[in-house]
């Protein structure tokens, strides 16, 4: 059994491949976003979001791509908004 408290768990959600792609000047391509991806899990980080299938042709080719991670899960963008804000 493991001493380690729960509390001190500590999980890294990774928005690189969405947020960076989101910076002027920045345009990822899948390959891009594939090596990052690879990157990003040869360092150990828990959850790399991917960006937003659907949202364009980028996305799309990168989420059909199969991945071979070893210590991440790759994850999609999903739609936020503010409570109480009207859509």
Same mark, same amino acid.
């Given at each position: *059994?493991?001493?380690?408290?729960? &509390?001190?768990?500590?999980?890294? #959600? &990774?928005?690189?491949? +969405?947020?960076?792609?989101?910076?002027?000047?920045?345009?990822?391509?899948?390959?891009?976003?594939?090596?990052?991806?690879?990157?990003?899990?040869?360092?150990?980080?828990?959850?790399?979001?991917?960006?937003?299938?659907?949202?364009?042709?980028?996305?799309? *080719? #990168?989420?059909?791509?199969?991945?071979?991670?070893?210590?991440?899960?790759?994850?999609? #963008?999903?739609?936020? +908004? +503010?409570?109480?804000? #009207?859509?």
């Amino acid at each position: *059994m493991s001493d380690q408290r729960t &509390d001190d768990l500590i999980i890294i #959600f &990774d928005t690189t491949l +969405r947020d960076g792609g989101q910076t002027r000047g920045v345009d990822f391509s899948a390959a891009d976003k594939q090596f990052i991806t690879q990157a990003l899990d040869d360092f150990g980080i828990d959850y790399i979001e991917g960006g937003w299938p659907g949202a364009n042709p980028t996305d799309d *080719m #990168f989420f059909s791509k199969d991945k071979k991670l070893k210590n991440a899960k790759l994850v999609a #963008f999903g739609m936020t +908004r +503010r409570g109480g804000a #009207f859509c």
